[in-house]
């Protein structure tokens, strides 16, 4: 099934069809990051990060989908993550 567009579920972002094949091509410098409960052993918190020039290093938070549009960040409310 063909995922159009992004969605958000639960501070899991899960990606749409063109920003997938960007993370499966390493050249174009996106990656998936994830912020783990330890307590739960749960994923709580999913970002997409964008390494290109002078940021190749350390990256950028992406808070929408550079493709489609949508969401895909939402910013932890304060004491949320430790």
Same mark, same amino acid.
């Given at each position: 099934m063909a995922n159009r567009k992004? +969605? $958000?579920l639960r501070n899991i972002a899960r990606p749409c069809d063109t920003l997938t094949r960007s993370l499966h091509n390493s050249d174009l410098g996106v990656t998936e990051k994830f912020i783990?409960?330890?307590k739960s052993g749960a994923? *709580?918190?999913s970002v997409? *990060? $964008?390494h290109s020039g002078q940021f190749r290093k +350390?990256?950028?938070v992406l808070?929408?989908?550079p493709f489609c549009g949508m969401?895909?960040?939402k910013q932890p409310? +304060?004491?949320d993550v430790t």
């Open positions: 992004c +969605k $958000l783990f409960d330890f994923a *709580v918190y997409f *990060v $964008l +350390k990256g950028i808070n929408f989908c969401a895909i960040f409310a +304060k004491g």
